[in-house]
Each structure stands twice: as C-alpha cells, then as structure tokens.
C-alpha cells in the first residue's frame, strides 16, 4: 500500500524510477556501498572520540570552569564555517572527493598529535580544531558524495540509510566503550580514532577508484 501511495505522489519522475525489488537487492552486491559505509563509520569514531574526551583535553591544558566551555566551542564553530565552505564548492563544482580525502588528511594529524602528547597548549589546542573542525564536514560530504553517485532514487535511499545505520551504531559503540568519565580510556579511544581515520582514507580513496 504504502508503495502504491508514494509512486501516487511521485508525479512525473515515476516514469524513471519504478520501483523494483531485486534492483534494491542487486545494490547490495556492489563494492561501493559497502564503501561508503566504511568510510562514513570509520570517520565517525574519530568525532565521537573528540565529542567524548573534548572538554577532557581543554581541562588537562590548565583551564576550569567557563574557559572551558568558551574554548569548546571554538572547534565547533570552525567545523559549522568549513561545513558551509564545502556545502557551497560541492554545489558549484561538484567536488566531493577531493574535499573529502584533505579532510580526512587533517583529521589523521589531529589524531597523531593528541596521541602522541605533545606537550604544548597552543598545539593540543590546535589538534582539536583540526579534528573537530573537519570532523562534520566530512560526515557531510561523504552523505552528499553518496546522494550524487547512486540512483535511481530508492536505491540511493537505501545506501543511505545503511550509511546511517553504520553511523549510528559506530557512535553508541563507542560511547559505550570509551565513556568519557573514565580517564584511562583516553588513550585507547584516540587509538582506534588513528586507526578508523586511517581505514576511512583507504575506504575513501578506493571508493573514487569504483565510481
């Protein structure tokens, strides 16, 4: 029922994308899916590891209270700004891969310079924007990259929701994991952040072989 009433609702792009089981079923034996989810849960350890331990790093530099949280928002504020940076180059010049794979580049030495403790404010501080200010970009654009690349619609619908799925189930993962209140897991959430931000470059740069 619910079938007929959205190919009802369709209007005249319904000539081109009948709906068909085993066209859903066939995504599913495609390299590229598996691909992209790959890469979008990779990617999404490294933003819950920095999400979890963020304010941890802030307080270990010497900093309490409303500093804190001032300087928490920071990164975020940057990941908003470089997101609509992308949101705009991806719109006009369709450039996704090539915005995601430097992203993702950035990411892997934010990660490098958190686990290896360097000790320096100004470099820590400058770790996490690197991280976290490129962290949801790249989330963005590996949704967009896989909107722009699969088709008809409701296979592109169900690439993305294994995406989604992928996501999710990588966050709750982790945070279950790695909970920010224990101290000692710092370090091996940032390890499997350097580990998953290496798999989503490899993930990723195969992913712009298949297409």
């Given at each position: 029922?619910?079938?007929?009433?959205?190919y009802?609702?369709?209007?005249?792009?319904?000539?081109?994308?009948?709906?068909?089981?085993?066209?859903?079923?066939?995504?599913?034996?495609?390299?590229?899916?598996?691909?992209?989810?790959?890469?979008?849960?990779?990617?999404q350890?490294?933003?819950s590891?920095?999400?979890?331990f963020?304010?941890m790093?802030?307080?270990?530099?010497?900093?309490?209270?409303?500093?804190?949280?001032?300087?928490?928002?920071?990164?975020?504020?940057?990941?908003?700004?470089?997101?609509l940076?992308?949101?705009?180059?991806?719109?006009?010049k369709?450039?996704?891969?090539l915005?995601?794979?430097?992203?993702?580049s950035?990411?892997?030495?934010?990660?490098f310079?958190?686990?290896?403790?360097?000790h320096?404010k100004?470099?820590?501080?400058?770790?996490?924007?690197?991280?976290?200010?490129?962290?949801?970009?790249?989330?963005?654009l590996i949704?967009v990259?896989?909107a722009?690349?699969?088709?008809?619609?409701?296979?592109?619908?169900?690439?993305?929701?294994l995406?989604?799925?992928?996501?999710?189930?990588?966050t709750?993962?982790?945070?279950?994991?790695?909970?920010?209140?224990?101290?000692l897991?710092?370090?091996?959430?940032?390890?499997?952040?350097?580990?998953?931000?290496?798999i989503?470059?490899?993930?990723?740069?195969?992913?712009?072989?298949?297409?």
């Amino acid at each position: 029922m619910w079938i007929s009433h959205l190919y009802r609702q369709s209007g005249p792009l319904r000539r081109l994308n009948n709906f068909a089981w085993h066209q859903v079923l066939r995504l599913f034996t495609e390299l590229k899916i598996y691909l992209y989810s790959i890469t979008a849960a990779s990617s999404q350890v490294v933003s819950s590891s920095i999400a979890n331990f963020g304010l941890m790093i802030i307080k270990e530099m010497g900093y309490e209270g409303v500093k804190t949280n001032l300087l928490s928002a920071g990164p975020l504020a940057l990941s908003v700004f470089i997101m609509l940076i992308c949101a705009v180059l991806v719109d006009r010049k369709g450039m996704r891969s090539l915005l995601l794979l430097p992203c993702l580049s950035l990411i892997t030495i934010g990660q490098f310079l958190i686990f290896f403790d360097i000790h320096s404010k100004s470099v820590t501080y400058g770790a996490m924007y690197l991280i976290a200010g490129f962290s949801g970009p790249c989330n963005t654009l590996i949704t967009v990259w896989c909107a722009g690349n699969i088709g008809p619609q409701y296979t592109k619908m169900a690439t993305l929701a294994l995406c989604l799925l992928s996501h999710t189930s990588v966050t709750l993962i982790s945070v279950d994991l790695y909970p920010p209140t224990d101290a000692l897991l710092f370090w091996h959430a940032h390890l499997a952040g350097l580990i998953y931000i290496v798999i989503a470059i490899v993930s990723a740069s195969l992913l712009t072989l298949v297409l």
